[in-house]
């Protein structure tokens, strides 16, 4: 098969002074940042839907990407054809990782079993480009949204047949997920939820929700599928109240269930701010709880409601969130997959690498940045100060349950209490001088 991407090379770093659009200014993968090379740090992944599965639609209009399979009409031929864009892209960029949803890599057949025989196809053409290629799978998922069959939800569903059904997806996508060394399996819940409670059973919904990731759990153990259980929060969009609405949520419910041994985050970016968060609270959240597993890289557009999935671009969001993985000791299995999309008006092949060119420096740059800030440890003897008092006196009794409200009254009635000031825009001015000085 012909190139491709013809007249693109492989991406080099070149430096902030380059003027090369087709180079990285600041991710050089074997530069050590605190101990680890950048590419160990970042784990970066293309994500196989928005790469070579999105045509360049939006809600108003039809596909605008030109691709080279465009023109093809089998679909196991486009299918393949796709398998060999994903090696020679991610190979050029010199990414470690792809990721992909089970749709995404090989058309759905009329049948369940049509479908399944048409993965295996599929998953046979990646071994073998697997066997002569350095990139490898971060993670698995299955897309249990986008059939009609899916409108009421799928392990959510009123609909046992669909719970069923579900059931069988997942369990065909974790093999494969196996099958090709993948190291994590996302669950998001794009339809797990409701539009109204009129119609709804809320707790059977939870319940089923509950028992479906229990059987994955279960299945996992059975075909010795080593891999992190990922669960990925989305507030909304497309299900208006959805189970999985933040990480907050979704610790909840894992613990009423005891589920959370088995399950870490996969935190997306512009899902966070959906949800009214930063991405650093998200972040953060999931470090304090222990539970930060991967993460979808993009940002959105905060004068549009919905999720435009670009490539992430802002240097402050992406310095906040990796001093939040650097604190929470690295990504570990997981990774930073570019869960991102060109725009629509960017629609010629090279406009991918531009992309995730852009991507990948901008938080190269922020792991530069928060490397520093973390070692410096100026903002974390702020927060330890501020919050001095209770490492004596009545806070340290506080803090090791030695006093209830009626030793905490008797201390209040004599109590002279002086506060301090956050310093927010203090801090702000000091972050500022990171981002802008920092080489």
């Given at each position: 098969?012909?190139?491709?991407?013809?007249?693109i090379?492989n991406i080099?770093f070149?430096?902030?002074?380059?003027?090369?659009?087709l180079a990285?200014?600041?991710?050089?993968?074997?530069?050590?940042?605190?101990?680890k090379?950048?590419?160990?740090?970042?784990r970066?992944a293309?994500?196989?839907?928005?790469?070579?599965?999105?045509p360049?639609a939006d809600?108003f209009g039809?596909?605008?990407?030109?691709?080279p399979?465009?023109?093809?009409s089998?679909?196991?031929?486009?299918?393949?054809?796709?398998?060999?864009?994903?090696?020679?892209f991610i190979?050029?960029?010199g990414?470690?990782?792809?990721?992909f949803?089970?749709?995404?890599?090989a058309?759905?057949?009329d049948?369940?079993?049509e479908?399944?025989?048409n993965l295996?196809t599929?998953v046979s053409?990646i071994k073998?480009r697997?066997?002569s290629?350095p990139v490898?799978?971060?993670?698995?998922?299955?897309?249990?949204?986008g059939n009609?069959?899916?409108?009421?939800?799928?392990?959510?569903?009123?609909?046992?047949d669909i719970?069923?059904?579900?059931a069988?997806?997942?369990?065909?996508?974790?093999e494969?997920?196996?099958?090709?060394g993948?190291?994590?399996?996302?669950?998001?819940?794009?339809?797990e939820?409701?539009?109204?409670?009129?119609n709804?059973d809320m707790k059977?919904?939870?319940?089923n929700?509950?028992?479906?990731?229990?059987?994955a759990v279960d299945?996992?153990?059975e075909i010795g599928?080593?891999?992190?259980?990922?669960?990925?929060?989305?507030?909304?969009?497309p299900?208006?109240?959805?189970?999985?609405?933040?990480t907050?949520?979704v610790?909840?419910f894992?613990?009423?269930y005891?589920?959370?041994p088995?399950f870490?985050?996969?935190?997306?970016a512009n899902?966070?701010?959906?949800?009214g968060?930063t991405?650093?609270?998200?972040l953060?959240?999931?470090r304090?709880?222990d539970m930060?597993?991967?993460?979808?890289a993009?940002?959105?557009?905060?004068?549009?409601g919905w999720?435009?999935?670009?490539?992430?671009?802002?240097?402050?969001?992406?310095?906040?969130a990796?001093?939040?993985v650097l604190?929470?000791?690295?990504?570990?299995?997981?990774g930073?997959?570019f869960d991102s999309k060109?725009r629509?008006g960017?629609f010629?092949p090279s406009d991918?690498?531009?992309?995730?060119?852009a991507?990948?420096?901008?938080f190269?740059k922020?792991?530069?940045i928060?490397?520093?800030?973390?070692?410096?440890?100026?903002f974390?003897?702020?927060?330890?100060?501020r919050?001095s008092s209770?490492t004596?006196?009545?806070g340290?009794?506080?803090?090791?349950?030695k006093v209830?409200?009626?030793?905490?009254?008797?201390?209040?009635l004599?109590a002279?209490?002086?506060?301090?000031s956050?310093r927010q825009e203090?801090?702000?001015?000091l972050l500022?001088q990171y981002?802008?000085?920092?080489k």
């Open positions: 098969m012909s190139e491709v991407f013809s007249g090379s080099k070149e430096g902030s002074g380059s003027d090369n659009p990285f200014k600041y991710y050089d993968p074997k530069a050590v940042i605190g101990g090379t950048m590419e160990e740090h970042l970066f293309v994500a196989y839907w928005h790469t070579f599965a999105a360049g809600m039809a596909g605008s990407y030109v691709r399979w465009n023109t093809m089998d679909p196991l031929e486009i299918a393949k054809y796709k398998v060999e864009a994903n090696f020679e190979e050029k960029l990414a470690p990782f792809f990721a949803h089970d749709r995404d890599i058309p759905e057949g049948t369940l079993a479908t399944n025989k295996d599929i053409v073998d697997m066997k290629s490898k799978l971060l993670w698995g998922t299955t897309n249990a949204f009609p069959r899916f409108m009421h939800g799928a392990s959510t569903s009123p609909n046992a719970f069923a059904y579900a069988a997806q997942v369990k065909k996508a974790m494969i997920t196996k099958e090709l993948g190291e994590n399996y996302v669950f998001w819940g794009g339809r939820g409701y539009e109204t409670l009129l709804t059977l919904e939870l319940d929700l509950a028992r479906f990731l229990k059987m299945y996992a153990k599928f080593d891999g992190q259980f990922l669960i990925e929060p989305k507030p909304k969009e299900t208006k109240h959805q189970y999985d609405f933040d907050a949520t610790i909840g894992l613990k009423t005891g589920l959370d088995y870490k985050m996969n935190i997306e899902h966070a701010t959906l949800a968060h991405f650093q609270h998200e953060a959240m999931c304090i709880n930060l597993g991967s993460i979808d993009n940002q959105g557009d905060v004068m549009l999720d435009t999935d670009q490539f992430p671009t802002n240097l402050y969001d992406a310095t906040l990796m001093v939040e604190k929470a000791g690295g990504l570990k299995k997981g930073l997959n060109v629509r960017s010629e991918l690498f531009y992309g995730h060119i991507g990948m420096d901008t190269a922020g792991l530069i928060a490397n520093k800030i973390v070692e410096d440890g100026k974390d003897a702020f927060v330890a100060d919050y209770y004596n006196g009545i340290k009794d506080i803090v090791e349950g209830g409200f009626k030793e905490l009254e008797q201390y209040a004599t002279k209490i002086q506060n301090k956050g203090m801090l702000e001015a500022n981002i802008l000085e920092t």
